[in-house]
């Protein structure tokens, strides 16, 4: 994990505690939760099948903050590479050590584009299971509406030679 904390801070991020999170979005800015994490991104498959588990974490902060979620995907992000993580030794292994140590091949040059979906308001009302599970069907139907399933590398690598225009 300590490889993957020392890319982020290289990439300008923080990995901040629940605390913090909170702290920052009351003062304005914007935090990026990723209830999947490494899980997810390294072990789910091409219909794109979200991994949370019970990662309610986000939700406690938002409700405790008093701020929306603005879900958002970024269509074929599971074709941009491939790797050995998504082996069932390799699953074991990361699941007892949390080390990523695969190899991974790419990236490779696929069209990639993020959807931002409508925000999901902060509710007092609602609990943090109940905002886990609209969250998670917000998130959902951006993929259903976005993504091609299965995903194939060759069909988003095409994508990047097909003419899209603007919707009027």
């Excluded at 629940?18 to 789910?44: D, T």
């Excluded at 902060?61 to 958002?72: L, Q, T």
């Excluded at 917000?138 to 899209?164: M, N, T």
Aim: with cysteine.
């Amino acid at each position: 994990m300590a490889g993957v904390q020392t890319y982020i801070t290289l990439l300008g991020g923080v990995h901040p505690s629940r605390e913090e999170c909170v702290a920052l979005l009351k003062e304005g800015h914007a935090v990026n939760i990723a209830p999947g994490g490494l899980r997810e991104q390294n072990y789910s498959d091409k219909t794109y099948k979200l991994i949370w588990g019970k990662r309610h974490g986000f939700a406690h902060i938002a409700i405790e903050a008093k701020v929306p979620i603005i879900p958002y995907f970024t269509m074929n992000i599971q074709e941009a590479y491939r790797s050995l993580g998504r082996r069932r030794p390799m699953r074991w292994l990361y699941e007892r050590t949390r080390l990523l140590i695969f190899p991974v091949c790419g990236p490779f040059p696929v069209k990639l584009r993020t959807y931002v979906g409508e925000p999901i308001p902060y509710d007092p009302n609602i609990t943090p299971e109940e905002l886990f599970e609209k969250t998670k069907a917000a998130l959902r139907a951006l993929i259903d509406k976005h993504q091609k399933i299965p995903g194939s590398i060759l069909s988003a690598l095409w994508e990047r030679f097909e003419v899209h225009r603007k919707e009027e």
